[in-house]
């Protein structure tokens, strides 16, 4: 047994993995930078310097311009990358030593790394910039591109040497366990939620268009929101939205989700079943040819379908129907994919609904209609609130099926809502080019908003209540 | 491997899970932590186990401070009341996971498995899954699963209670033989304290996170050190109430309405000075005599209701507003109504102390 | 616990009763509920109908089949001929690239983030399990804007931008399954949150690392779940419109709801039975997950936001 222990204490499980990464990285990096730049240093001499291949020459920070003359590049920092290959190789040594792994030794790795990672970033947009005119470029490139995979490699191995080294600290292994488990997530949720929100407000304090795009961003202060305020059309939006959410709401993710609920509860189990399956259609067709169905619906005769059914009923008047009722049909076309979900939350909650209870109020006397009333829907309550809010919360940002179906129209901003300004005005040729910024104030509006919706959401929802602590502590 | 809890709590916000435990264990004990659901006994095996980190404390094993060790590097076995079988695997897979993952050759594997399995007698179902077995074999699966790297200490978590009431009798005694033969520490967490009785070399009480008494079964059952251990432990349970100390020129006596019981010198020493008392005594330890005899010796009480065991009969006789359950033979025929007497054997009295609910005979 | 919001069992069920306490005879208040179901699925139906129909005939006037003079009948398998077309089979294998990172992508991240959300402590769990909970109500779209900033920026990376950045498949594969991500989390949680703690604890005592547990333990028996998880998340890929329409310019890397729409836009000369081909074609496998695995389909959809179960 204590064999067993001391064992444990001594060889931290995998050990050994993060030195040869650590060593293919620093002679990589060495091979790549050092060696030319310890030529160009001991024979400083001008010819020599030109005689350099443009790989050499774009590493060490130096040009050769077409006319003769030496061109430095911005990239002082440069000279991080040889001592991050230096300091890599020292460690992977070091490291092949049993034993001998220590904290500071991942964080050194770590924090070098980053640096050089950094300043070889620049100095690959450097010589980008000089291989607009000049022939080292494309050898450049790939040199630095094998620089900054190195460097990759110099932080993985930074990361393994950590984890090595602060298993033997519980207090470490235990974060840094959960780390492992959590890190891809996180790294995606940071790059595609966090970092663009970020951006979308400071998207929203320039100028930047299409028409401006090769320009350095200017800051402009909260012009972009003034305009946004005080847009001819801005009242008109936010009616739209309003209008947009609330009817789809009330007559389809509510309204209609619970008469379907009741319905299929009130049919046979399996026809109940069935047509629960028949409203998940519209969700998993994909949304252009469902609105292509919706089109051909409405379609003029003699093509439309609604027309043809019109025409033997003796209707006379049979147009186009989508421009003539632009709003029927976008609150239709959104709430017959929305009125599956709440139709489920509310089924299951029915089902849940102990049968003694409806049997005692029918021995009561009370029919259908005062069982649904008096029973059901008060017992309904929660999930209610549920798929409101739920719903509230999706609707207000969506806006795939508008565009495919209206794409805000007909006419001026007939049927545009919030979200579809916001991504009309940034990634849509509107009026001529992509008002990436002006885009981004209606977009960073409309996450401020959901924001402040989705704390309110998880405070009704008591959400700290319905989380469960784990049964087992992580040592 | 001896090990050693050294104040060991655990917390968890404002709960207590396990409050200050102090207790050590011989190499090759068999221990059982006995206590109500809630009692903290579980978390306690789980701190030993290394799953729950302990808030404050220590956990020894062998003199070493193991608080810091991951679980699989304190080489332990444990049975869960789930058994806790992975149903993916066959018994096979499920017995060698141990040894697969210390990365044992295949060969070696192959035969400490079959060695085990053969132990268990459930050499022939290697191949099964844990699905296709029933309670009993599951159980020995685990049991398999736990010995098979040959841990130096096994931990229970009440191993029996999910199996029927004949099946469980047998288990016991074969756990109970195999601890011995092969000698290992043990600690067994179990409500039953028949169970802990028959198995153990000591039990743990334990109540609310705190330990209450750490004894050797026959020391728990003869001399409970307070009104909780004294109710908890054997059934049926202690009659428990609440009685007045008179003293009578030399003689003491402990009294409750018409209920007189003289107490022994050496028992009634222990009581002077006290007003009020709790007494105990168990229903083995009075007699009943059918009968409302002129003598004056013991106390008058009616039937109450009987309740027959088979061996015996277990009569609850009241005495005005007490209820005595003793045990009676069940050749005696009792009516509900019959007036009966009452004879304590005043040596098995336990004496405690209503404030502290400490025994006033063994502290 | 809000009632109704958790685990959802069911006791009885109000059909059942209904049957037992009725007498067989069907009365026009048992008809009603039959018939409301019937008119407001129609819609669906029409639309459905008329992809079929359009698929296989020349022209099409309301649901009926109509030949170029416009006479009944007019059946035809013309409207395949796209299928000689490089360009669709390229938009087929995207929309499938697409489909596959999906499962993949959402599948492994989130059954690795869930498991630590659902059984390890570790600082900031709390507040991740809520963000995950809002982002996936509130799908945040208009961060599009922001996102293609990025893309763009990945895209000048060497190397790593020719497969993730801006107008590669990459790109939109990786958005799209961060997108789905909150989902998929919330989903996983809700799988891994039910097994057992004792077998965890045990395989920990067996020797097993946590990573260990996860994939050789835990992950097997959650394996109807992540089925139909992968299924979910296949069809997600595969219809996508809006992400791969905002981030990929051209034929090349377009998949297959971008191409059906590049011919039927409202300007251009709509070849609507050429488009009801091309849409049956894309709803194939679509409709093939459907009939197999409705109930699974039913929970996903449902299951994700019952709350805290």
Redesign the interface.
């Known amino acids: 047994m204590s064999t067993n222990l001391t064992e444990s204490a001594t060889q931290a499980?995998g050990a050994g993995r993060g030195r040869w990464l650590l060593l293919a990285a620093g002679l990589v990096l060495l091979g790549v930078f050092v060696l030319p730049w310890l030529r160009f240093v001991i024979i400083a001499d001008q010819r020599v310097a030109l005689s350099l291949t443009g790989l050499q020459a774009a590493t060490i920070g130096v040009v050769e311009t077409t006319d003769g003359g030496l061109l430095y590049s911005s990239s002082f920092w440069l000279f991080l990358a040889p001592l991050a290959g230096i300091v890599g190789l020292a460690l992977g040594a070091l490291n092949l030593f049993p034993g001998r792994s220590a904290p500071w030794q991942g964080l050194l790795t770590l924090l070098v790394s980053v640096a050089s990672a950094v300043a070889v970033w620049g100095a690959?947009s450097a010589s980008q910039e000089v291989a607009q005119k000049e022939k080292v470029a494309v050898e450049a490139?790939w040199g630095?591109?094998l620089a900054?995979?190195a460097l990759l490699l110099l932080l993985a191995g930074g990361l393994i040497l950590l984890r090595e080294a602060s298993s033997q600290k519980p207090a470490f292994r235990?974060?840094l366990?959960?780390?492992?488990?959590?890190a891809?997530?996180?790294v995606?949720?940071i790059?595609?939620?966090f970092?663009?929100?970020?951006?979308?407000f400071i998207?929203s304090l320039t100028d930047l268009s299409s028409a401006n795009f090769s320009e350095p961003w200017t800051y402009v202060g909260f012009d972009n929101y003034k305009r946004m305020f005080s847009d001819r059309f801005f009242p008109k939006i936010l009616r739209n939205t309003f209008q947009y959410v609330a009817l789809t709401l009330l007559f389809f993710n509510v309204g209609?989700a619970l008469?379907?609920a009741l319905?299929?509860?009130?049919?046979?189990?399996r026809?109940?079943?069935l047509?629960?399956?028949?409203?998940?259609?519209?969700?998993?067709?994909?949304?252009?040819?469902?609105i292509?169905?919706?089109?051909?619906?409405a379609q003029q005769?003699?093509?439309?379908?609604l027309?043809?059914?019109l025409g033997w009923l003796g209707v006379e008047n049979q147009p186009y129907w989508i421009p003539e009722a632009p709003w029927v049909f976008v609150v239709?076309v959104n709430g017959?994919v929305g009125a599956?979900?709440g139709m489920?939350?509310f089924?299951?909650?029915?089902?849940?609904?102990?049968?003694?209870l409806?049997?005692a109020a029918?021995v009561d006397g009370a029919g259908?209609l005062a069982v649904i009333r008096d029973i059901?829907l008060p017992?309904?309550?929660?999930?209610l609130?549920?798929v409101v809010?739920?719903?509230t919360?999706?609707l207000?940002?969506?806006?795939?099926y508008i565009?495919?179906l209206t794409?805000g129209g007909p006419g001026l901003f007939t049927t545009e809502v919030w979200?579809l300004t916001?991504?009309k005005r940034?990634?849509q040729t509107y009026f001529g080019s992509n008002q990436?910024a002006y885009?981004?104030a209606?977009?960073?509006v409309?996450?401020l908003i959901?924001a402040t919706?989705?704390v309110i959401?998880?405070r009704v929802?008591?959400?700290?209540?319905?989380?469960?602590?784990?049964?087992?502590?992580?040592l | 491997m001896r090990v050693e809890l050294n104040e060991l709590t655990k917390r968890w916000g404002n709960v207590t899970g396990a409050d200050n435990i102090t207790l050590d264990i011989q190499s090759g004990e068999f221990v059982a932590f006995l206590g109500p659901s809630g009692c903290g006994k579980t978390t306690t095996l789980?701190m030993v186990?290394?799953?729950y980190k302990p808030t404050a404390g220590e956990i020894r094993f062998d003199d070493r401070v193991v608080n810091q060790v991951?679980?699989?590097d304190?080489n332990?076995?444990?049975v869960?009341?789930?058994y806790?079988?992975?149903?993916?695997m066959s018994v096979r897979q499920n017995i060698g996971?141990?040894l697969k993952?210390?990365k044992s050759p295949a060969a070696e594997m192959e035969q400490r498995v079959q060695r085990v399995a053969d132990m268990m007698g459930i050499g022939h179902l290697l191949d099964r899954r844990p699905a296709q077995l029933s309670g009993g074999q599951q159980q020995r699966v685990?049991l398999g699963?736990a010995l098979v790297?040959e841990p130096s200490l096994l931990l229970f978590?009440e191993p029996l209670s999910n199996l029927d009431a004949r099946l469980r009798l047998t288990m016991r005694s074969e756990i109970k033989r195999l601890q011995l033969d092969l000698g290992i520490t043990s600690i067994y967490v179990t409500h039953d304290q028949v169970e802990a009785m028959t198995m153990a070399d000591r039990i743990a009480v334990m109540q609310e996170g705190k330990l209450q008494a750490y004894a050797p079964p026959n020391d728990l059952y003869e001399r409970p050190r307070t009104i909780f251990i004294a109710g908890f432990v054997g059934n049926p349970p202690m009659n428990l109430f609440d009685v007045q100390v008179l003293r009578e020129g030399e003689r003491l006596l402990a009294r409750r309405q018409d209920l007189e019981i003289e107490l022994p010198p050496e028992r009634g020493v222990r009581a002077a000075g006290k007003e009020e008392i709790v007494a105990g005594v168990r229903p083995e330890d009075i007699s009943l005599i059918p009968g409302a005899a002129a003598s004056s010796e013991g106390a008058q009480g009616e039937v109450f209701v009987v309740e027959p065991l088979g061996r015996d009969n277990l009569v609850d006789v009241r005495i005005d507003d007490l209820h005595l359950f003793v045990l009676a033979d069940p050749r005696q025929p009792l009516q509900i109504g019959d007036p009966v007497r009452l004879q304590f054997d005043g040596d098995k009295l336990q004496l405690f102390d209503p404030e502290t609910e400490l025994s006033l005979l063994w502290t | 616990?809000?009632?109704?919001?958790g685990p959802?069992?069911?006791?009885?069920?109000?059909?059942?009763?209904?049957?037992t306490?009725q007498s067989r005879r069907i009365t026009p208040?048992q008809a009603l509920?039959?018939l409301?179901?019937t008119l407001?699925?129609l819609?669906?139906?029409?639309?459905?109908a008329?992809?079929l129909v359009?698929t296989f005939s020349q022209r099409?006037?309301?649901?009926?089949p109509r030949d170029a003079q416009?006479n009944l009948g007019g059946l035809t398998l013309e409207n395949w001929q796209f299928l000689a077309e490089p360009d669709v089979w390229k938009a087929t294998l995207n929309s499938f690239g697409i489909g596959m990172s999906m499962v993949i992508g959402v599948g492994?991240?989130?059954a690795?983030?869930a498991?630590?959300?659902?059984?390890?402590?570790?600082?900031g769990?709390?507040g991740?399990?809520?963000?995950t909970?809002?982002?996936h109500?509130?799908?945040?779209?208009?961060?599009?804007?922001?996102?293609?900033?990025?893309l763009l920026f990945i895209g000048g990376?060497?190397?790593i931008g020719n497969l993730f950045g801006f107008n590669t498949v990459g790109g939109v594969a990786?958005?799209m399954?961060?997108?789905d991500?909150p989902l998929g989390?919330w989903l996983m949680k809700g799988f891994f949150?039910n097994l057992?703690?004792?077998?965890?604890?045990?395989?920990?005592?067996?020797?097993?690392?946590?990573?260990?547990v996860?994939w050789e333990?835990l992950l097997?028996?959650i394996r109807p779940g992540l089925a139909a998880l992968s299924i979910f998340m296949f069809?997600q890929g595969?219809?996508a419109?809006?992400i791969p329409f905002?981030f990929t310019i051209g034929s090349k890397v377009a998949n297959?709801?971008?191409y059906?729409?590049s011919f039927?836009g409202?300007t251009s000369l709509v070849s609507?039975n050429r488009?009801?081909a091309i849409?049956l074609f894309?709803?194939i496998p679509?409709l093939i997950f459907?009939i197999f695995t409705?109930e699974a389909?039913?929970n996903i959809?449902?299951g994700g936001?019952?709350?805290?179960s």
Not at chain 1, 195 to 200: G, K, R, S, T, V
Not at chain 1, 301 to 305: F, K, R, S
Not at chain 3, 1 to 5: A, H, I, S, T, V
Not at chain 3, 60 to 64: A, D, F, K
């Open positions: 499980p690959f490139q630095l591109s900054f995979l235990g974060a366990d959960a780390l492992n488990f959590m891809p997530g996180t995606l949720v790059v595609f939620f970092l663009p929100a970020i951006i979308l998207l209609l008469l379907l319905l299929t509860a009130h049919v046979s189990r026809v109940g079943f047509f629960r399956l028949l409203w998940l259609l519209p969700r998993i067709t994909p949304s252009v040819v469902y292509v169905m919706w089109q051909r619906i005769p003699p093509y439309g379908i027309n043809q059914f239709l017959f599956s979900f489920i939350i089924t299951s909650a029915i089902e849940a609904i102990p049968a003694d409806i049997i029918k259908d059901t017992l309904l309550r929660w999930p609130l549920f809010t739920y719903q919360l999706s207000l940002v969506s806006f795939e565009l495919l794409n979200a916001a991504y940034a990634l990436w885009g981004a209606w977009g960073f409309l996450v959901g919706l989705s959401y998880l929802f008591r959400f700290n209540d319905l989380v469960q602590e784990p049964k087992i502590d992580v | 789980l186990a290394g799953i991951a679980p699989k304190r332990i076995g444990m869960f009341q789930s806790a079988l992975y149903p993916h996971y141990p993952l210390k685990a699963r790297k978590d | 616990m809000p009632d109704g919001l959802v069992k069911v006791v009885g069920t109000l059909s059942t009763v209904q049957m306490l208040g509920p039959y409301l179901l407001t699925i819609p669906i139906l029409a639309g459905y008329w992809v359009a099409t006037n309301g649901l009926l416009g492994a991240v989130s690795l983030a498991y630590a959300l659902s059984r390890m402590n570790f600082p769990r709390k991740f399990l809520g963000m909970m809002v982002l109500a509130f799908r945040p779209e208009m961060l599009l804007i922001a996102i293609f900033q990025v990376i060497p190397l990786l958005v399954v961060t997108l991500l989390i949150d057992s703690w004792d077998m965890e604890r045990a395989a920990l005592i067996d020797g097993a690392s946590r990573f260990r996860w333990i097997p028996q069809i595969w219809n419109y809006l905002t297959l709801p971008v059906i729409n039927s409202d609507w488009v009801a849409g894309q709803l679509v459907f409705q389909l039913l959809y449902g936001s019952k709350g805290g």
